[in-house]
């Protein structure tokens, strides 16, 4: 093992290569990797936040820790799929971690332009790629924005429409809100055969249980100790995952991998353990507490849009553990490679020193295109012919890196052997153990998230009772308007 990549087992799907966070590595700044190991101060205070991640994860606290080992969980959710798949459409309505997850499995293993293919025969493959898809067209409805429901809504034909609502608490108002208007319109066009066209996703009580109960739909469970923006490898990713044809048994078999990967306390061989305590002692010594994760490849930027999510809810506390006041978390920032070079990347490289830069990259892209040999007479663009996309690609985020690396700007890139199932089954795992480990660290709890409960309350007192809000929310001060 290099000095700067966590130790990876026999078969690993993901490798942190974690070199251009160290002093020595970078011309100046970063981490003593002396203190990454044996007796080095980061090296113990991550055994300490280990044993405490452990005590969680026994306890049953931290439940998405057994997600990839519940198959009969899986088993529900594909059999629920079965029943959508005959559907030209699956929308799914949830919103936050009731609608990322399914975004980012969706987005990094359905071909790009899936939902404009016609459907394929029932004995098809489907794979990514090919000319024709298997399953439904999928949709996710996840903001209460008048012209996107009813743009989607009115183009789907609702006859051939299966719905997905998700919500843990049965009651999230934006979901419901999209739910209510999309359950009329389905029951309109669909008649009796409406209730066959839903799968309702949710905890253990609530408005959608009892309604699923009512109607006798097929309903899935979202485990009590899973929060929803741990939940992407439950029912509310899966269902939608295996009508779209994802596997997802090798989803969740590299998540079980990078479980394994991440039980022991020695941090040089956890690699979720690596990735917490370099981003933590990085905003905590050094004052880089922008994290940002920036994948290089379309098909990833909804993981960065769900990284943010997981990182900003979990770690942005106003008080620790024993209650003191401490306003502490770091920023996430997602980005992409390689367009936000073209927008970022000027001021990662010469602004403030006050972030890190986590790479997401892929060894195998699957599929390239050649670049042909034209423009010879040109050398400022005729040196690109003969290489590939993907060699464009991934030689600009190793040269961003080390553009970085040389202008003392921490780093770190994770790298999956190709982008399917089992990889980014292992890349969310590896980022649901890292915040945990955190949380720990920072003295957080990251499963909770108080600081949304206010804004929700007055939005339901806004609808619910307008003038007595009105009352307790004052309206615009003309002086401060222009």
């Given at each position: 093992?290099?000095?700067?990549?966590?130790?990876?087992?026999?078969?690993?799907?993901?490798?942190?290569?974690?070199?251009?966070?160290?002093?020595?590595?970078?011309?100046?700044?970063?981490?003593?990797?002396?203190?990454?190991v044996g007796e080095g101060d980061v090296a113990r205070r991550f055994e300490a936040a280990f044993r405490e991640?452990?005590?969680?994860?026994?306890?049953?606290?931290?439940?998405?820790?057994?997600?990839?080992?519940?198959?009969?969980?899986?088993?529900?959710?594909?059999?629920?799929?079965?029943?959508?798949?005959?559907?030209?459409?699956?929308?799914?309505?949830?919103?936050?971690?009731?609608?990322?997850?399914?975004?980012?499995?969706?987005?990094?293993?359905?071909?790009?332009?899936?939902?404009?293919?016609?459907?394929?025969?029932?004995?098809?493959?489907?794979?990514?790629?090919?000319?024709?898809?298997?399953?439904?067209?999928?949709?996710?409805?996840?903001?209460?924005?008048?012209?996107?429901?009813?743009?989607?809504?009115?183009?789907?034909?609702?006859?051939?429409?299966?719905?997905?609502?998700?919500?843990?608490?049965?009651?999230?108002?934006?979901?419901?809100?999209?739910?209510?208007?999309?359950?009329?319109?389905?029951?309109?066009?669909?008649?009796?055969?409406?209730?066959?066209?839903?799968?309702?996703?949710?905890?253990?009580?609530?408005?959608?249980?009892?309604?699923?109960?009512?109607?006798?739909?097929?309903?899935?469970?979202?485990?009590?100790?899973?929060?929803?923006?741990?939940?992407?490898?439950?029912?509310?990713?899966?269902?939608?995952?295996?009508?779209?044809?994802?596997?997802t048994g090798a989803l969740l078999g590299g998540a079980a991998d990078m479980v394994r990967r991440c039980e022991?306390?020695?941090?040089?061989?956890?690699?979720?353990?690596?990735?917490?305590?370099?981003?933590?002692?990085?905003?905590?010594?050094?004052?880089?507490?922008?994290?940002?994760?920036?994948?290089?490849?379309?098909?990833?930027?909804?993981?960065?849009?769900?990284?943010?999510?997981?990182?900003?809810?979990?770690?942005?506390?106003?008080?620790?553990?024993?209650?003191?006041?401490?306003?502490?978390?770091?920023?996430?920032?997602?980005?992409?490679?390689?367009?936000?070079?073209?927008?970022?990347?000027?001021?990662?490289?010469?602004?403030?020193?006050?972030?890190?830069?986590?790479?997401?990259?892929?060894?195998?892209?699957?599929?390239?295109?050649?670049?042909?040999?034209?423009?010879?007479?040109?050398?400022?663009?005729?040196?690109?012919?003969?290489?590939?996309?993907?060699?464009?690609?991934?030689?600009?985020?190793?040269?961003?890196?080390?553009?970085?690396?040389?202008?003392?700007?921490?780093?770190?890139?994770?790298?999956?052997?190709?982008?399917?199932?089992?990889?980014?089954?292992?890349l969310i795992m590896l980022f649901q153990i890292a915040v945990v480990y955190a949380g720990a660290l920072y003295?957080?709890?990251?499963?909770?998230?108080?600081?949304?409960?206010?804004?929700?309350?007055?939005?339901?007192?806004?609808?619910?009772?307008?003038?007595?809000?009105?009352?307790?929310?004052?309206?615009?001060?003309?002086?401060?308007?222009?």
């Amino acid at each position: 093992m290099t000095a700067g990549s966590a130790a990876p087992s026999d078969g690993a799907t993901v490798v942190v290569d974690y070199g251009n966070m160290l002093t020595g590595v970078l011309p100046s700044g970063g981490t003593d990797p002396e203190r990454l190991v044996g007796e080095g101060d980061v090296a113990r205070r991550f055994e300490a936040a280990f044993r405490e991640v452990e005590d969680g994860r026994r306890s049953g606290e931290m439940g998405f820790f057994a997600l990839p080992f519940d198959r009969e969980a899986e088993a529900r959710a594909r059999e629920a799929a079965r029943g959508v798949v005959g559907c030209d459409a699956l929308v799914v309505i949830g919103i936050g971690g009731s609608a990322l997850g399914a975004k980012a499995l969706g987005g990094a293993l359905l071909s790009p332009f899936r939902n404009e293919l016609d459907a394929a025969p029932p004995d098809h493959g489907g794979e990514r790629g090919d000319a024709q898809r298997s399953g439904p067209r999928l949709y996710v409805l996840d903001n209460p924005d008048p012209a996107t429901a009813s743009a989607l809504l009115t183009r789907l034909d609702l006859r051939r429409t299966a719905l997905n609502v998700v919500s843990k608490s049965g009651s999230t108002a934006e979901t419901m809100a999209n739910f209510m208007v999309a359950w009329d319109r389905l029951k309109r066009a669909a008649g009796e055969d409406a209730p066959r066209r839903l799968v309702v996703t949710t905890g253990r009580g609530g408005p959608l249980r009892r309604l699923a109960e009512e109607l006798g739909t097929r309903c899935l469970s979202v485990p009590e100790n899973v929060g929803g923006r741990f939940s992407a490898l439950s029912a509310v990713g899966l269902m939608p995952a295996a009508a779209a044809g994802i596997d997802t048994g090798a989803l969740l078999g590299g998540a079980a991998d990078m479980v394994r990967r991440c039980e022991s306390p020695v941090l040089r061989e956890n690699p979720a353990g690596m990735v917490a305590a370099l981003l933590h002692a990085a905003d905590a010594e050094a004052g880089a507490g922008i994290h940002v994760l920036m994948p290089y490849g379309d098909r990833l930027r909804w993981l960065a849009a769900w990284f943010q999510q997981l990182w900003a809810e979990s770690l942005g506390k106003a008080r620790d553990r024993t209650g003191a006041i401490v306003e502490t978390g770091p920023t996430p920032l997602p980005a992409l490679g390689a367009n936000d070079q073209h927008s970022v990347l000027q001021l990662l490289m010469e602004g403030p020193r006050d972030k890190a830069v986590v790479f997401v990259a892929c060894r195998d892209p699957g599929e390239d295109v050649a670049v042909p040999r034209l423009f010879g007479d040109d050398p400022a663009v005729s040196y690109l012919g003969g290489s590939t996309l993907f060699q464009l690609l991934d030689g600009e985020r190793r040269a961003t890196a080390d553009a970085l690396r040389r202008a003392g700007r921490m780093n770190m890139t994770l790298t999956a052997d190709r982008l399917d199932a089992r990889s980014l089954g292992a890349l969310i795992m590896l980022f649901q153990i890292a915040v945990v480990y955190a949380g720990a660290l920072y003295g957080v709890d990251p499963l909770d998230q108080p600081g949304v409960e206010l804004s929700k309350k007055l939005a339901r007192e806004l609808i619910a009772r307008p003038a007595e809000a009105r009352s307790r929310i004052p309206p615009p001060d003309p002086r401060w308007q222009v």
